[in-house]
């Protein structure tokens, strides 16, 4: 029966709900439409936690069901009574669909694209060949240039195609540590730590820092080179912390170690595009105020110029994640009609938040993030937090001496890719537990501690950085 219980729960939850009077809600002045939504939003919750489907067809069914409950174009039936007050405001089909092709979409698009060329043509082992040089053979120093250097890449890269690369450069350097041999346990670790930390540093770093961008518009309006202003030195600090952390824990007993990565840089025409384009590309995005372009604008110049030059071909358009864009167009159409039926300023409005600190409120709010964060998906933890702390940070004036809105919604964020503690709370974590070096209990310990600090450390910075006008 047990096995069946993932089927059942995530179904079975959301159509009571959608059969319960409105009478039954908490909150005052509820609309049929929001019923739905709450119906909705809680398929998307059970489902991403159970997976009884894969994540990303959830995000589908999201939007197909947003288009037949709640939209203008929808069924008949479920249009019956649109006009009144009990019924509410219907979607337009238009704006459901459009989550398909928002900004935030192509913005990763560009980052896909910037990734398969580079790993297409070596850019990626080529550049970590020449930038380890400096760090010798000392196992401590050693392991500080893999950690920067995953970092750097997990910025522009997906976070599991990075550790993939990084640890399959690394397998002969693990074998030749003795089987009890801490080092063993630290070069394994250090790669998915990195990793995820890394993944902070940019918008298109992972999929949480894309959706956090879908919240901060307008005056809020935080640009590429911005958000890496306060998002490479947390990553600089996070990473010396880890650093710290990983070697003190788990010292290698090795006194040096030799890592030997064959390759050389490619001159070829082909080539030479890619290191132009993705040269240029960061440079685009890191001067958006000298431009004008906006850094979803630059981030189509790449997929141009490649698709143009034959660099990325019709073979490699099948390998790109689609189903990250997939689940990352789910979670913006259920913000979306969190946000367009009123359900969120609702649900917000219901709870005193103004009775507690601004200060329980954000961390509360960053540490549930984290708690979940580490037993899902992270992009899913965003999706189903992110228009709920919008809201939030909208209403809550008693936030604004925080930093307000932006500074909840850039903590949540990055409390959701501080959630490492476990095998199962991201790929990097599972493929590195996969290689047999690395325990469950041995992942915790530095997932909790890192987890943590990162949250404070991560405040501190952004309301440091809106105090003195920086953002915000």
Partial sequence: MRQYLKYIIPILIPAIILLLPLSAFPFEGMTLVQQRVIAIFLLAALCWVFEPIPIYATSVVIIVLELLLVSNK?????????????????????????????????????????????????????????????????????????????????????????????????????????????????????????????????????????????????????????????????????????????????????????????????????????????????????????????????????????????????????????????????????????????LAALVVQSIPFDLFSPLVVLFGAAFLCLAMANFMSHTATANLLMPIMAALGTSMASLNELGGEVTLILVVTFAASLGMSLPISTPPNALAHATGNVQSNQMAKVGVVLGVVGVLLSFIMVWVLHAVGHIG
Avoid at 125 to 143: E, I, S, T, W, Y
Avoid at 220 to 238: A, D, K
Avoid at 284 to 291: E, I, Q, R
């Fill in 74 to 342: 929808g069924l008949y039936l479920f249009r019956a009574g649109e006009g009144s007050a009990q019924f509410g405001k219907l979607l337009s089909y238009n704006e459901i669909m459009a989550t398909f092709a928002s900004p935030i979409i192509m913005l990763f698009l560009g980052g896909f694209f910037l990734a398969m060329a580079a790993t297409k043509y070596r850019l990626d082992v080529n550049l970590a060949r020449v930038l380890l040089k400096p760090f010798g053979q000392d196992p401590k120093f050693v392991m500080l240039g893999l950690m920067l250097i995953t970092a750097i890449f997990s910025m522009f890269m997906s976070n599991t195609a990075t550790t993939a690369m990084m640890l399959s450069i690394l397998t002969p350097v693990i074998a030749v540590f003795g089987p009890k041999d801490p080092g063993r346990v630290a070069f394994a670790l250090c790669i998915p730590v990195a990793a995820n930390i890394g993944g902070i540093g940019t918008p298109i770093g992972t999929p949480p820092n894309a959706i956090a961008l879908k919240y901060l518009v307008g005056d809020n309006l935080i640009t590429f080179g911005e958000w890496m202003m306060f998002g490479v030195p947390f990553v600089v600090i996070m990473m010396a912390l880890a650093w710290l952390l990983i070697s003190r824990l788990f010292p290698a007993e090795m006194p040096k170690i030799e890592l030997s990565i064959k390759g050389k840089f490619l001159k070829t025409p082909k080539a030479i595009v890619v290191y132009v384009t993705f040269g240029l590309t960061i440079l685009l995005w890191l001067m958006g105020s000298a431009h004008g372009m906006n850094s979803y604008t630059v981030a189509l110049i790449p997929v141009a110029i490649f698709s143009i030059t034959g660099i990325i071909n019709k073979e490699d358009l099948k390998k790109i994640s689609w189903d990250v864009l997939w689940l990352v167009s789910g979670g913006i159409a259920l913000g979306l009609a969190l946000d367009k039926t009123g």
